[in-house]
């Protein structure tokens, strides 16, 4: 597996201090997320999830802890939309240049808002998707939210 992606490409670039964790990805894991924390061995609520979802039509992308869920009034609320749902797998892909699994906000091929947890950033680090299925990077959330220039929001339902 190859440490060097588009996501931590960005993050080089950034001059954001990170590091990068693998681990096996299980593909038929019910919930990702939290099947990432548990390989790696760290908390769920430090190991963030990227979800892709649209906002009155328009892609957002939504980083939250790995085991909670997005609640669609909060996310829609926090983009100034009326509804919010969950974009279809194969339009996150198209968008983010990334297979699901392996999606990180980092490093997309198209730009779109971002919000991440309000509450993550209160953690002193974090693991964000790295842009490979099976890829971690550890970063500190301010970090994240910088590189991002992602909103802070309580998204969790």
């Given at each position: ?91 996150a892909e198209r ?12 490093g997309q091929r198209?730009l779109v808002p ?44």
């Open positions: 597996m190859s440490k060097v992606t588009r996501a931590t490409e960005v993050l080089e670039k950034a001059g954001v201090s990170f590091t990068t964790v693998t681990y096996d990805y299980d593909p038929n894991a019910e919930r990702i997320g939290l099947q990432a924390a548990e390989a790696i061995g760290e908390e769920p609520c430090r190991v963030l999830k990227t979800l892709m979802a649209e906002v009155d039509g328009k892609a957002v992308c939504v980083v939250i802890p790995s085991d909670r869920e997005v609640s669609m009034k909060k996310l829609a609320a926090a983009f100034g939309g009326k509804s919010a749902a969950m974009m279809k797998p194969a339009d968008i983010t240049g990334y297979r699901v699994g392996g999606i990180s906000p980092f198209k971002t919000a991440i947890e309000a509450t993550s950033l209160e953690e002193d680090h974090v693991f964000i998707n790295g842009g490979q299925r099976g890829l971690q990077v550890r970063l500190a959330p301010k970090d994240a939210q910088s590189v991002l220039k992602a909103m802070a929001a309580g998204l969790v339902a």
